[in-house]
Nanobody
């Protein structure tokens, strides 16, 4: 059974930093692309950052230069380092594990990030 558990969310002032971590179990982690998504109140879920199984990364334009995604295949974790946080970064952040072939997609339960102005 696939399980993704996010941690590290919380309340931070604008300009501050947080580090989110996603611990995966029940999958062969090294084969999966890992992503962080977020959903603000009344908004659609959007991709924040993604790291492929080979280490390639891509970011939403709104977080480029401020957020860094990384993975540790030995620990089965995918982290999102967030810096220079802004109030508009406030959202529930979700971890995603995606396998292209065969297609499989799994989500964590989400962790709240609140940035105060």
């Amino acid at each position: 059974q696939v399980q993704l558990v996010e941690s590290g969310g919380g309340l931070v002032q604008a300009g501050g930093s947080l580090r989110l971590s996603c611990a995966a179990s029940g999958i062969v982690f090294k084969f999966y692309d890992m992503g962080w998504y977020r959903q603000g109140t009344g908004k659609q879920r959007e991709l924040v950052a993604r790291i492929t199984n080979t280490g390639g990364t891509n970011y939403a334009d709104s977080v480029k230069g401020r957020f860094t995604i990384s993975r540790d295949n030995a620990k089965n974790t995918a982290d999102l380092q967030m810096s220079s946080l802004k109030p508009e970064d406030t959202a529930v952040y979700y971890c995603n594990a995606n396998l292209r072939l065969p297609p499989r997609d799994s989500w964590g339960q989400g962790t709240q990030v609140t940035v105060s102005s």
